[in-house]
T-cell receptor, first 114, second 114 residues
């Protein structure tokens, strides 16, 4: 069964540095998402991406965050000037089409900011 | 706006006993409802979904959930649990239009005891 893959599984970065989290969604999917889960808290929506542009973003997704789908297969989340509070598990998800089709999630990248 | 409440953060239950994991939601618009399961060090896996039609939905591994519109609930049940069901369970809602982003509950950690 096709799956969403995320790399790396764990990323350690110094505060203030830039980090790129990578995701390969399922190949025929059209809608892409990033979520994050701070340890002990709920999974929170960050951003949705469709037709090569952001369709919705949350308040968490400030100017330091950006997403890109550079080559039709990868879907990346970049965080500039990282802060301690960016430490979390980041999940990528994709969905085939509109309506009630469920999102498929990757195993996540644990981001630790030191 | 939508919100999801999972009142039980942890549920211990003995093997072969029944279990119910509660989920209540609030929304000013129509929503789809989902249950996801997360095993240790893995991503979120779809367990079951309610889109429309019959209010009782079932998964292939014996779980079921019932949509109750009047009580705005979508509780998850299993008549007889196994050790392998030990995991974290997340309830989520998604608006039926727009970006279909998920709003998650805080999760319920199910621990099945031998």
């Amino acid at each position: 069964e096709p799956e969403v893959t995320q790399t790396p599984s764990h990323q350690v970065t110094q505060m203030g540095q830039e980090v790129i989290l990578r995701c390969v969604p399922i190949s025929n999917h059209l809608y892409f998402y990033w979520y994050r889960q701070i340890l002990g808290q709920k999974v929170e929506f960050l951003v949705s991406f469709y037709n090569n542009e952001i369709s919705e973003k949350s308040e968490i997704f400030d100017d330091r965050f950006s997403v890109e789908r550079p080559d039709g297969s990868n879907f990346t989340l970049k965080i500039r000037s990282t802060k301690l509070e960016d430490s979390a598990m980041y999940f990528c998800a994709s969905r085939e089409g509109s309506g009630g089709q469920p999102q498929h999630f990757g195993d996540g990248t644990r981001l630790s900011i030191l | 706006a939508q919100s999801v409440t999972q009142l039980d953060s942890q549920v211990p239950v003995f093997e072969e006993a029944p279990v119910e994991l509660r989920c209540n939601y609030s929304s000013s618009v129509s929503v789809y409802l989902f249950w996801y399961v997360q095993y240790p060090n893995q991503g979120l896996q779809l367990l079951l979904k309610y889109l429309s039609g019959s209010t009782l939905v079932e998964s292939i591994n014996g779980f079921e959930a019932e949509f109750n519109k009047s009580q705005t609930s979508f509780h998850l049940r299993k008549p007889s649990v196994h050790i392998s069901d030990t995991a974290e369970y997340f309830c989520a809602v998604s608006p039926t239009s727009g970006t279909y982003k998920y709003i998650f509950g805080t999760g319920t950690r199910l621990k099945v005891l031998a």
